[in-house]
């Protein structure tokens, strides 16, 4: 056992004093966090949209008195007058506005004597996210176009009344379990792979199996180690990614604690998969190669960004054996809906079994000797 | 003394009477179809260096690494320190200390962590470790850089610090694989001093393997020499140099070069071979040089030829490994292995 915590010891070492792995692996996934988070879960806002204005007529003006109000209060969008609809087409086209509203001849009274009048949108889809924010606005301004002046007394509409269950979750929140998996993984991708089989490589491993050490201490030496890189990794980012998101309930005890268990069971699972994964690499390529597309095979199928259930077969299929799937169900359990230890024991349960039964395939696989 | 006896030498490991610390008997190592270590014997007497010569890809590193546990052995035996290497790996690892050819100490840790980490790992009592660090610090004269980084020092400190990690247990038995390779002349001095000090303090048994003829013939009590996976000679260095036949080498270069000169000079008296080096240019082996220079002056003044330069030199190591292998340099027969980079800033 003592030569299992000297592999442990020389490893915290040189962690410790190595820097630019400490940074590295928790930059990052905090920029991940902040960029994307910042990036995708912002509104939309301060786009133009040309009106062209062919009927000039008091419901005409109903509209443009709509769109003011847009423009001072919820920002998505302010006005530009053209006289000239095909110009106003072709700016949308060469992107110099986003959208143009067309207000055709007759609209007013189409209005008065209900006789279907309609709005014209032209838009540019080719920017998804622009383009489905400008429609969701205008569709909200026709509807309060469309609604009565006067309401009946009783509602004969349906209406459907949404009960949220948990506190409104930016996409920041919404990010942090992956963030903290992440964290995770970079930390076993850098300093239990890529270190890993850079000491394979300059010798290091060569100076441990000429000791009387045994396979398996040096085995679980390296991979307790690992373990426990992966879990300050985790710990850290699970405390400064809920800072930056802020989310106070990390900082409850019961919170910390479930956290704490997930994060060593989600350490545990991804060191033994990068174990079992290097256990007979040499090359210290093949680690750094490996990287970008073990992040895409992994992180995109778990649901870390996107629900699973939109994944076609497949990708279900992979996301079952993926382990970031449950690291990541789990914290969002745990930080988003304080699920407690009924909403993560599948998940506690599937990354330690996960864990143990990696280590138990690549220990026979690691030569004692080279 | 002729080059047949020391091949039988070879051939039975130059084993006697005296007590033996390792005794390799009939080793052989196989990768697929290539054979890098064909049926090789020889003993290691307690308390000598003894030395493994060779050309790149003869397989020296590969029989160090079948007797330190490295490797496994293909047929054969390796007896270390009593123990067999395939049967009792664990007692022999008890009992070796272990330079290999790279430096693999951590950078990131000092002179004095290094240590400890092994000395936990030899399994080193904690009640003894921390004299042990520093009787082999002192013994390597690293003390007063115990607390230094490792990434500070130079090339001949981290070897040093090297054979100070693979002596931190009080090994018996002690393996070097060429450990003066990349040194500049005054650390290599001062690893020989130092090796031959640890082998009359703490009693050590060395084995050694080199490229330095020299490191050779000033360190080793008895040496090998492997060529192709096969022992081909052993004995002292005085017993290999005499077995070459020739006492002397007589270096001559002709001002003008003919077809005839192999020919004459191979004619004279007391010459047993010539190779040509370049252009007009022989090594002449000889039993006398002095007589051969003059008879190679007369020569060349009977012919009317003239000598750009002339030299006599006794035989040396060089010539008897280039006796037994037949030439100095050789492309490496290994399998392709990925080597990292030296780090930025990194002592070569």
């Known amino acids: ?127 998804l996210f622009t383009s489905a924010s400008l429609e969701g606005e205008m569709q909200s301004l026709v509807d309060a176009l469309n609604d009565p002046t006067v309401k009946d007394r009783l509602d004969k509409a349906i209406a459907l009344e949404i009960v949220e269950l948990y506190p409104y979750v930016n996409y920041l929140k919404y990010l942090l379990p992956m963030t903290v998996a992440l964290a995770m993984y970079i930390s076993v991708m850098i300093g239990g792979g890529m270190l890993y089989i ?58 910390m604690l479930q956290m704490f268990c997930l994060i060593v069971a989600g350490s545990i699972a991804f060191n033994g998969m990068m174990f079992l994964l290097m256990v007979r690499v040499d090359d210290p390529l093949v680690p750094r190669a490996m990287f970008g597309v073990l992040n895409v095979l992994l992180l995109y ?62 220990t026979p696989l690691f030569k004692r000797t080279l | 003394m002729s080059a ?76 270390v320190g009593g123990h067999n290497v395939a049967k009792e790996p664990d007692e022999v690892r008890r009992m070796i200390g272990v330079i290999p050819q790279a430096l693999t100490s951590d950078q990131d840790l000092t002179v004095g962590e290094n240590l400890l980490i092994y000395a936990k ?14 009787d082999v610090l002192e013994a390597v004269d690293l003390t007063k850089w115990r607390d230094a980084q490792t990434k500070t020092l130079s090339g001949g400190m981290r070897r040093r610090l090297e054979i100070a990690r693979g002596l931190v247990h009080n090994p018996k038995i002690f393996f070097l694989d060429e450990p003066t390779t990349g040194l500049d002349p005054v650390s290599r001095i001062a690893v020989w001093e130092m090796l031959n000090n640890l082998k009359t303090t703490r009693h050590l048994t060395m084995l050694i393997t080199t490229h330095y003829m020299d490191e050779a013939d000033k360190l080793c009590d008895r040496i090998a020499i492997v060529d192709h996976g096969k022992l081909v000679a052993l004995g002292t260095p005085v017993e290999l140099k005499n077995s070459v036949a020739g006492a002397n080498v007589v270096e001559v270069h002709f001002d003008r070069e003919t077809e005839e000169w192999q020919g004459r000079l ?5 010459v047993t071979s010539v190779q040509p080096e370049s252009s007009g240019f022989y090594r002449v082996i000889t039993k006398s040089g002095s007589k051969t220079t003059m008879q190679i002056v007369e ?23 280039i006796h037994y292998t037949g030439r100095q340099l050789r492309d490496e027969q290994v399998k392709p292995v990925f080597t990292m980079p030296p780090r930025p800033g990194a002592q070569p």
């Open chain 1, 1 to 127: 056992m003592n030569r299992m915590y000297a592999i442990i010891e020389r490893e915290m070492r040189k962690f410790f004093r190595s820097p630019t792995l400490m940074i590295m692996s928790l930059m990052l996934p905090i920029l991940q966090l902040i960029i994307i988070g910042n990036a995708f879960g912002g509104k939309i806002v301060g786009t133009h949209v040309a009106v062209v204005d062919h009927d000039h007529g008091p419901q005409a003006l109903k509209v443009r008195e709509a769109f003011d109000a847009i423009a001072v209060n919820i920002k998505t969008f302010t006005t530009v007058d053209y006289g000239n609809e095909v110009q106003a087409r072709e700016d949308v086209r060469t992107g110099k506005i986003d959208a143009a509203v067309i207000i055709p001849e007759q609209y007013s009274r189409r209005v008065y004597t209900d006789n279907a009048p309609k709005l014209g949108f032209v838009v540019d889809n080719s920017d």
């Open chain 1, 198 to 255: 850079d000491d394979k490589a300059r010798g290091v491993h060569e100076g441990y199996l000429v000791t009387p050490i045994t396979k398996l201490e040096l085995v679980f030496g390296l991979n307790i180690a690992g373990a426990i890189k992966a879990t300050l990794s985790g710990l850290s980012i699970g405390i400064i990614g809920s800072l930056i998101a802020g989310l106070g309930v990390v900082f409850h005890p019961m919170i």
């Open chain 1, 301 to 362: 199928p778990s649901g870390a960004m996107y629900p699973t259930v939109s994944f076609p077969k497949w990708m279900q299929a992979m996301s079952v054996i993926d382990p970031f799937t449950y690291a990541i169900h789990g914290f969002k359990s745990i930080l988003l809906k304080d699920g407690g230890w009924i909403a993560i024991r599948f998940d506690l349960a599937f990354l330690t079994i996960f864990g143990i039964a990696t280590l138990l395939i690549a």
């Open chain 2, 4 to 79: 047949a006896p020391n091949l039988g030498q070879a051939i039975n490991g130059g084993c006697d009477d005296r007590p033996i610390a390792i005794e390799v008997q009939h080793i052989v190592k196989r990768y697929g179809d290539f054979e890098a270590v064909k049926d090789v014997n020889f003993c290691v007497h307690d308390g000598e260096i003894f030395g493994l010569l060779g050309p790149n890809g003869a397989g020296k590193s590969t029989l160090i690494r079948m007797m330190t546990t490295l490797i496994p052995v293909t047929a054969g035996k390796a007896i």
């Open chain 2, 121 to 134: 790992l030899y399994g080193v009592p904690r009640g003894i470790r921390e004299k042990s660090i520093a």
């Open chain 2, 266 to 270: 191979e004619a004279l008296e007391g």
């Open chain 2, 299 to 321: 020569l060349a003044a009977s012919l009317g030829e003239s000598l750009t330069s002339l030299s006599v030199q006794n035989t040396t190591l060089d010539d008897v490994f």
